[in-house]
């Protein structure tokens, strides 16, 4: 790695840097692969918007590569990286018989599962990362909105800042809160019960906000957990891109992992702003969960007293 590329580690994963010449290094090597997947002279080349464009200037410098104005003209599908795969999945299925390439995994050493690359074309001249700020400034021209007026200037950064807290989870382990006391519970053996625990997530369909309060019930068995560490469960799993279905599921497995009761029960309430504010707006609705283990789910006396106390 050459001393200008850099490496910066979140909680989320590793932030890489990479300069213009571990990008031309790259592109060599990828050219050297591309000469090779054609029988033409000439490799016609897509690249994909907006990061394999980049790529594909590149790649012009050092192979006998034109530019396709469309993947059905290519011979070769060309990115910068592979995100999520959501996009490598799409072009492969229309277009199954061109090879797709990027870019990241042709650097030295490759792009790992868990880096964010940023890329020449990406940064300012101070440095800055703009590959992500720019994503939040082209929703707002595609809404219809100036990016440039005062009171939007400084809207693309908060919002990554807001976006940082509200996905907080992804970069934490649940089983790391759960603080366990395996003498505490003095032999108590009934339920113990927080309730109306407030929770704060985001709808993976729509990315809308949806909200509410937790019940969350167990029954020790020799062991009792902090009452904050149950708020803290809920709230990693919440801080996600979610469903309430999943993170219901999730708490009453990460306890049941964590303490091994003989039971545990969570009842999820929440209002979900993709329903109230577009589609079929309906204001006011309220969605209910439940998740039960154990004695909350094979004894009915358990069960009620669950239920009651979740009212």
């Known amino acids: 790695m050459d001393k200008i590329e850099t490496k910066v580690v979140t909680d989320s994963g590793t932030i890489r840097n990479v300069s213009n010449e571990a990008c031309l290094r790259a592109a060599k090597r990828m050219a050297d692969v591309l000469t090779t997947l054609s029988v033409r002279n000439e490799v016609l080349i897509y690249g994909i918007p907006r990061g394999g464009i980049p790529v594909a200037y590149l790649l012009q410098k050092f192979a006998c590569i034109n530019l396709a104005n469309s993947p059905e003209q290519a011979d070769v599908i060309v990115d910068d990286v592979i995100g999520t795969g959501a996009t490598r999945t799409r072009y492969q299925a229309e277009y199954p018989s061109k090879p797709f390439l990027t870019l990241g995994n042709y650097f030295d050493p490759p792009k790992s599962d868990d880096e964010w690359m940023v890329f020449p074309w990406e940064r300012t001249e101070d440095g800055h990362d703009e590959s992500a700020t720019d994503i939040v400034t082209r929703l707002l021209d595609y809404v219809g909105e100036d990016a440039s007026r005062e009171g939007l200037k400084e809207t693309p950064k908060r919002v990554l800042k807001a976006w940082s807290e509200w996905t ?105 702003l993709c329903m109230e504010s577009r589609g079929i707006s309906q204001q006011g609705s309220e969605t209910i969960t439940t998740g039960l283990r154990g004695k909350f789910l094979t004894d009915p006396e358990v069960r009620a007293e669950f239920l009651a106390a979740a009212k």
């Open 168 to 272: 907080a989870g992804y970069g934490q382990d649940p089983a790391d809160v759960m603080k366990v006391f395996a003498d505490g519970a003095e032999s108590y053996d009934e339920m113990v019960t927080v309730k109306n625990i407030p929770f704060y997530s985001m709808c993976e369909h729509h990315m809308a906000p949806f909200f509410g309060t937790a019940t969350i019930s167990y029954l020790p068995d020799k062991k009792v957990i902090g009452l904050s560490k149950l708020s803290r469960v809920l709230q990693i799993f919440s801080r996600r891109l979610q469903v309430q279905e999943r993170i219901t599921t999730q708490v009453v497995q990460a306890l049941q992992d964590g303490l091994n009761p003989l039971g545990v029960g969570v009842l999820l309430k929440a209002r979900h």
